[in-house]
């Protein structure tokens, strides 16, 4: 899967790119992520890619131009879906990783500042995506989230262990998780669920659904707690 981003921050894909999964996705060929600065594609003397708001309102706005010209020299190469990441696009689910990770090629467009010239949005973005509903300051965390994403469902870059089918919200699931546990049995008194090492094995699967069952529940509810843990202290238990 061929991973263009347009970004007027490039340097700040240089840790997520060369560390875990995705540096692993990259280095079996999975994936591979080319990164342009749209900055290079202004056509203003002092390479200027934002001006003020038409209508007077607060804050700059990404000129057409730069972003056109940018896309461009990327859909000569060949076409693609151009995906705009924003707090105005749909939001980000698993469903739309899994769609858009059995494509050959994505151009994910990172905005800063305010908004893009509108006209640019109509004429060139294929998608809006939003991470949810709060404001960063710009695409780029959005884009590395979603890259993240699509690189862990393409073949051969997580292992058995690790495998992707068994996640929460893969293949129409939209359960979360469940409690797990490690070694050892017992720690600072605290003993794992006697089921889990009961080895029954319906039993556990059984343990498991209702435990994600209620986690969805009240996670997923937008209820508020009825108790929230207050700071977490040297020592604490709870
Ligand atoms: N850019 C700024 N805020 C964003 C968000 N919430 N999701 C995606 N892109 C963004």
């Known amino acids: 899967m061929q991973i263009e981003v347009l970004s007027l921050f490039p340097e700040m894909f240089a840790g997520f790119l060369s560390s875990s999964i995705v540096a692993r996705a990259i280095e079996k060929e999975a994936i591979d992520v080319r990164l342009t ?3 290079s594609f202004s056509k203003n003397k ?5 001006d003020y708001a038409y209508g007077g309102f607060a804050g700059l706005v990404l000129q057409a131009q730069p972003i056109w010209d940018a896309l461009n020299a990327l859909l000569e190469q060949g076409p693609a879906p151009v995906i705009y990441f924003t707090p105005q696009g749909r939001q980000l689910n698993q469903a739309i990783l899994e769609h858009y990770a059995a ?3 994505v151009i994910l467009l990172c905005g800063h500042y305010k908004e893009l010239d509108q006209r640019i949005r109509d004429m060139a973005i294929s998608d809006e995506i939003s991470l949810g509903d709060y404001v960063l300051s710009g695409g780029e965390l959005a884009s590395m989230v979603f890259i993240d994403g699509v690189a862990r469902l393409q073949a051969g870059v ?6 992707a089918t068994s996640d929460s919200f893969s293949d129409g699931k939209d359960s979360l998780g469940f409690p797990c546990y ?3 049995e ?6 794992v669920p006697p089921v889990l090492t009961s ?8 343990w498991a659904q209702a435990q994600a069952k209620s986690l969805t529940r009240t996670r997923r509810t937008n209820e508020i ?12 238990k709870s």
């Open 37 to 39: 600065d749209f900055r």
């Open 46 to 50: 002092h390479r200027k890619v934002d």
């Open 103 to 105: 494509l050959p090629r």
């Open 158 to 163: 997580l292992t058995d262990a690790q495998s």
């Open 182 to 184: 490690s070694r050892p």
């Open 186 to 191: 017992e720690w600072m008194g605290v003993k």
């Open 199 to 206: 080895g029954d094995h319906a039993q556990i699967e059984a």
């Open 225 to 236: 707690p009825s108790k929230l843990k207050g700071p977490m202290r040297i020592g604490s």
